[in-house]
């Protein structure tokens, strides 16, 4: 079996190698994401296993038809970036990971609630500036005194539940799916939490119909002081908005993990290596917004599992035709 790996990590390279030496398959690694270009490497493999954020785009699907390659795994959850009915045109068949660990990104959430309401990010400035006295005068608050409002009670919301829940919060949620539903939240209805809620947590897919959820209506139904943490899409965020609510002072914080126009931003970056974009540089420049490179998974935990558990979804496919985590595309 001939397997083809695109955007490894170094820190996975471990468990690639450990996956390598327990089957006998071959696995070729490359760091570069696949695209319009690299898709060319894939010919004469069976199979192929990808991460990245950028897109996975028609043309890529129409290449990979013609080499006859029928199955894609990624080893991660959102599947927003790939163009799925392309690849059902072209006869490619994909699964993703749809746990490899909910509590890795949840707990970044809290790290990421607990920063902000603490206004950790506005005590760098004057402790750099050598003012002790005005790195020291910023008031936090606390979790265990706060409502926190979970949009989005999956695998992911529900971990966020438990923890935040965990510290004391009193925990609303809002989801119109929620499965089966984690009695540590009160549901509420979405215009009901975004007035409640001290901190809004977001953990709901990038589908199209979800883009700007967060949009600046909702964002001036928040409370005055009100922190957003978005953890799971940029597209559900209206940045602009966000931006403006955050320099009048109507919001007390963001905490953005998954940016908005993260995606041409990283494209950018491979051909200059710097990640600029206006609106994340004017986003920077708030010191009480937290910035991270969409990192909320990154645990020893989930990398071993994404590699391991998007491996096995290939090699169920090639060997018996079906995977656990196949995405069924109507
Ligand atoms: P999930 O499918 O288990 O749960 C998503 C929940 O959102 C579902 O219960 C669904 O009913 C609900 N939902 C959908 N639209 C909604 C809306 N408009 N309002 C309220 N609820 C809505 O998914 P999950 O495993 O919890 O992951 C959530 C998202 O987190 C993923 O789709 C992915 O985009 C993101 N994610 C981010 C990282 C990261 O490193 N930043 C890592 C993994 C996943
Ligand atoms: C996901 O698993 O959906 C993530 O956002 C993680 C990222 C490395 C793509």
Same mark, same amino acid.
Not at 55 to 77: D, H, K, S
Not at 200 to 222: C, E, F, K, R, Y
Not at 239 to 248: E, F, G, K, N, S
Not at 294 to 314: G, R
């Given at each position: 079996? =001939?397997?083809?790996?695109?955007?490894?990590?170094?820190?996975?390279?471990?468990?690639?190698?450990?996956?390598?030496?327990? /089957?006998?398959?071959?696995?070729?690694? /490359?760091?570069?994401?696949?695209?319009?270009?690299?898709?060319?490497?894939?010919?004469?493999?069976?199979?192929?296993?990808?991460?990245?954020?950028?897109?996975?785009?028609?043309?890529?699907?129409?290449?990979?038809?013609?080499?006859?390659?029928?199955?894609?795994?990624? +080893?991660?959850?959102?599947?927003?970036?790939?163009?799925?009915?392309?690849?059902?045109?072209?006869?490619?068949?994909?699964?993703?990971?749809?746990?490899?660990?909910?509590?890795?990104?949840?707990?970044?959430?809290?790290?990421?609630?607990?920063?902000?309401?603490? +206004?950790?990010?506005?005590?760098? %400035?004057?402790?750099?500036?050598?003012?002790? @006295?005005?790195?020291?005068?910023?008031?936090?608050? *606390?979790?265990?005194?706060?409502?926190?409002?979970?949009?989005?009670?999956?695998?992911?919301?529900?971990?966020?539940? +438990?923890?935040?829940?965990?510290?004391?919060?009193?925990?609303?949620?809002?989801?119109?799916?929620?499965?089966?539903?984690?009695?540590?939240?009160?549901?509420?209805?979405?215009?009901?939490?975004?007035?409640? %809620?001290?901190?809004?947590?977001? !953990?709901?897919?990038?589908?199209?119909?979800?883009? !700007?959820?967060? @949009?600046?209506?909702?964002?001036?139904?928040? =409370?005055?002081?009100?922190?957003?943490?978005?953890?799971?899409?940029?597209?559900?965020?209206?940045?602009?908005?966000?931006?403006? /609510?955050?320099?009048?002072?109507?919001?007390?914080?963001?905490?953005?993990?998954?940016?908005?126009?993260?995606?041409?931003?990283?494209? +950018?970056?491979?051909?200059?290596?710097?990640?600029? @974009?206006?609106?994340? @540089?004017?986003? %920077?420049?708030?010191?009480?917004?937290?910035?991270?490179?969409?990192?909320?998974? /990154?645990? *020893?935990?989930?990398?071993?599992?994404?590699?391991?558990?998007?491996?096995?979804?290939?090699?169920?496919?090639?060997?018996?035709?079906?995977?656990?985590?196949?995405? !069924?595309?109507?």
């Amino acid at each position: 079996m =001939k397997i083809i790996v695109y955007g490894a990590k170094p820190d996975e390279l471990a468990y690639f190698t450990a996956w390598q030496q327990s /089957h006998a398959d071959r696995l070729e690694i /490359h760091s570069e994401p696949l695209n319009e270009t690299t898709v060319a490497w894939a010919a004469g493999f069976d199979g192929v296993n990808c991460l990245q954020t950028t897109p996975y785009a028609a043309a890529v699907f129409e290449q990979l038809g013609r080499f006859g390659i029928r199955f894609l795994t990624i +080893r991660n959850v959102g599947v927003d970036n790939i163009d799925l009915a392309a690849a059902k045109r072209f006869g490619v068949r994909i699964a993703n990971v749809p746990a490899y660990s909910p509590s890795a990104i949840a707990e970044f959430a809290v790290t990421t609630a607990l920063y902000l309401l603490r +206004r950790l990010g506005e005590t760098q %400035a004057p402790l750099a500036a050598g003012d002790w @006295d005005k790195a020291a005068s910023f008031l936090g608050r *606390e979790l265990g005194q706060s409502t926190v409002g979970i949009i989005g009670a999956g695998r992911i919301g529900q971990a966020a539940i +438990r923890l935040f829940a965990g510290f004391g919060a009193r925990v609303i949620a809002y989801d119109p799916h929620p499965g089966h539903p984690e009695p540590r939240a009160e549901y509420v209805s979405l215009p009901a939490l975004l007035q409640e %809620a001290d901190v809004v947590d977001l !953990h709901v897919p990038g589908v199209p119909a979800n883009t !700007h959820l967060i @949009d600046a209506q909702a964002l001036a139904s928040m =409370k005055q002081g009100a922190i957003l943490i978005n953890t799971a899409r940029g597209n559900l965020v209206d940045t602009a908005a966000l931006l403006q /609510h955050l320099q009048t002072g109507h919001l007390g914080g963001a905490g953005i993990d998954t940016y908005e126009y993260e995606s041409p931003a990283l494209l +950018r970056y491979a051909k200059t290596g710097k990640f600029e @974009d206006p609106a994340w @540089d004017a986003l %920077a420049k708030l010191p009480n917004v937290l910035l991270t490179p969409h990192i909320a998974y /990154h645990t *020893e935990t989930a990398v071993q599992n994404m590699v391991d558990f998007s491996l096995a979804n290939l090699l169920a496919f090639l060997t018996k035709g079906e995977a656990p985590d196949e995405i !069924h595309i109507r």
